[in-house]
Structure formats: C-alpha cells, structure tokens
C-alpha cells in the first residue's frame, strides 16, 4: 500500500534539512521540526533563499500547508 | 509522534511576539494572544511593517488562518 | 485554554465599531452587530475607507468571512 | 446570541432590494427572493451597475456565495 | 422557508435556456439539462458568447461549479 | 430527479473523445478512461491544443477535477 | 465501474517515471513513489523543466496534490 508515502517521507524528514517551495514562489530551507496531517510545517534554523548569495534569516518558523507547493527533503 | 508540533509551537508562543507574513504580501508583528484549530490569531500592539522605518499601528486583531503564510515565534 | 480567542474577541466586539481589511485590499469601519463561526459579519454604519479623506456610505452589511483579512477590534 | 446574525439579516432582507459586490469587482442590484446556508442567492429584477448612467438588465439571477464578497441590505 | 431557492429556480429551468457567467469571465448560453448540489450544471447547445456577433458552438457540456458565478434563468 | 445529470453525462461519455477546458487556459483533448466524484478525469492519446495547427501529445493523464472548468462530451 | 480510475492509474504508475504539471506553470519529471488520496505524490530523481535544455534536479520531493493540474503515466 503506497497510498501515505508522503507523510511517511515527511516523518523521516525530521530533524533533518529541508527545501520548501511556496505558493507565493518563495524558497525556504530549515530543519524540519514537525509537521501535521494538512502539511503545516515547523522549521528550524530557517532561511529564505532569495538570490545564490542572499538568504534572509527566519529562525523557527510554522508554515501553513496550504501554502506550500512541494518539500525536498535532504 | 510529532504530528501537532505547529499547534504546540504556536501555544508556547501565547503572550511573545511573532511575526506573520500574509498571503497579500504584508507582513505584522504583535504580541500573540491566542489561535485556533484554523491558525485564526489573534494579536496585540500590533504593526504592519510597512518598511525598515515606517510602520502602521493596528492594535489589536484577529487575522483570519487562510490569510497566513507563515507565523514566527520570537 | 487559548483556541477560541478569536471568536471571544468578536464576541466582546460586538456593539463596538471594527475595521475590516478585504482580500480585495479595501477597508471598511462599522459597528459590529454579529458573527458566525465562518467569520461572516454583519456592520451597521459602515464606512468604505477610499483614502483619508474619502468615505463611501454602505449602511448595513453582511460581509463573507473568507473575503476578510483581518478585523480590529476598536 | 449573536452567531448566526448574518443569515437573520438575509432573511429579514428577502423581498427588498439589496446590493450585492462580487470577487470580480461587479456590483448588483436586485430583489433578494431567497438565499441559503452557502449564501448563494436569488436575486429579481437585477441590474449589474457598470457606472453611475450605464445598468445592464440580469432578470433573475442565482449568485454562488463564493462569489460574493458582501451584500448591503435595503 | 426560502433557504433552497436557488436549487429550486434551478429546477424550474431544467429544459429552458440559461445564461451563465464564469469565473474566467465568459458567459455561456445553453439549454439547461441538469445540476447537482455542487451547482454543477449540464448545458445543451451551447454556445459561447465571444461578442455581440460571434458565439462558439459548444454543444453538450458539463461546467462545474466552481467555475459559476452566476447563472441567469430565462 | 435531475441532480445527477453531471455525472450521467459523464459516465456515457466513457470511451468517447472529449474536449476539456482547464483553469489555466488550456484545453485537452481525449479519450475519457474515466473520473470520480471530484470529476478527476483520466484521459487517453491526449492532444494539447494550442492553436489550430499545434497540438502536443500528452498521452494518458491524470487531471484534477479542480483544474478543469468545463467537459464536453462529442 | 469507472470511478476510481485516476487512484488505478496512479497506483499502476508508481515505480515509473511521471511528468506533472504544476498551478504555477512549472513541469516536473520524476520517479512516482507513492500517491494519497489528496492526491499528494512523491516523486524521486525528479527534474525540473525549465526549456528543452535546463532541468534543476530537485531530488525527492513531496508534492502537494492541490498544486496539480496533471499528471502523465509513462
């Protein structure tokens, strides 16, 4: 049964670093701390990648899943 | 089980500042009085961060979950 | 426990007057008279706030919740 | 109790003109002959108010809820 | 009690033709053949109102409706 | 009863080649697989069609029925 | 019975590469590892493609299932 491969890549994910897309095109990486059964995430550590040398620091921060389009994991 | 950690982190959150980023791009800073299932807030002493010298007063607010990108714990 | 502040804070609004701030980035003042669990609000006297100087009259309104940002109480 | 104020106020409004602003920036006017729990409503008689001189005549129209923003009653 | 009038202006047009306005701003004229409760509709010879003097054949089609902003009974 | 109509429409449709319009702009056509409630659909030697001289293949695809703003049946 | 065909599709697709085209207008290329009933994927090796000659390889990704237009089988 394949059917909840993504919260089960997700779960793996924890504590470990992670590239987030965004709806609003936005690149966040962070430490992933959590996440629930609508994809919001918390991360930690986290940096907004504005251009290859500009990253702008968040610190820890929860992102609602709905405006996520896809999370890499490490 | 690391499911409910964005509701945790927003509850060990009540009564520090956050900052929350919108989904029309504007991005607030209060002091976090209290949320719901929805990630509905409710801030005080609120400022809409309008550039690094220019804030607008808001006071208090209730801002609306699906309004919300992403919320900062302090 | 903190989940229902939001609607606690309505709750207490009501009779008083509010801004509302629209996903259509337009502004409105009036006197909160209710509220549902949608967020849909009814204002009496309402003000549309054009820019400082200009108010266009709504009288009574029922406003959808999912076309609100965020509402301050007074 | 004031939580389902909204629904009170379409229902005292059935059989008086209302006006009713959509997502798409459209504003309507007509006689409000019903509504139900999602706010889709039924309106007579309904004029689309392009500016102060130009109305386009609707007739009867049904409105989905999710396309409107608010509605002013009489 | 009024609050299923718009399912029943709905079932009263079942066989006459409707105009229907969309989302994406085109409006659509054909004979209504049915709805559900999602005010997803079935139209027959459809066509789309391009301008005054063009219209594209559409023929049998399904719209859902969530693409509907209105829909004008004849 | 007419309610279901949307779905009856559908499930004739079945081995037939459709035309469906997305959200995006786009239209598809193919051979109808088949779909669900959510009027996801399953489509067969899919044609993109650009212009009238341009198609591109998509073979069998997956679309979501909240892509999609019309289908029409041959 | 046609009506879960789209799950069918998916669940014979996992272990082959799928092409999946986004909200935003981007095409992914990847290896389709597991689907739910969302229709969140996670795709493996995946590429990003930009033009004919530019992929970004992003790896293991989860996607969300409401930024899906469609997905392609092999």
Chains 1, 2, 3, 4, 5, 6, 7 share one sequence.
Do not use: A, C, W
């Amino acid at each position: 049964m394949s059917s909840d491969v993504s919260l089960k890549i997700l779960s793996k994910s924890v504590g470990s670093t992670v590239l987030v897309r965004l709806r609003n095109g936005k690149v966040l990486r962070g430490l992933l701390k959590g996440y629930d059964q609508h994809m919001n995430i918390v991360l930690e550590d986290t940096d907004e990648l504005v251009d290859e040398n500009t990253h702008n620091k968040l610190g820890t921060i929860v992102v609602r899943g709905d405006s996520i389009v896809m999370i890499s994991p490490p």
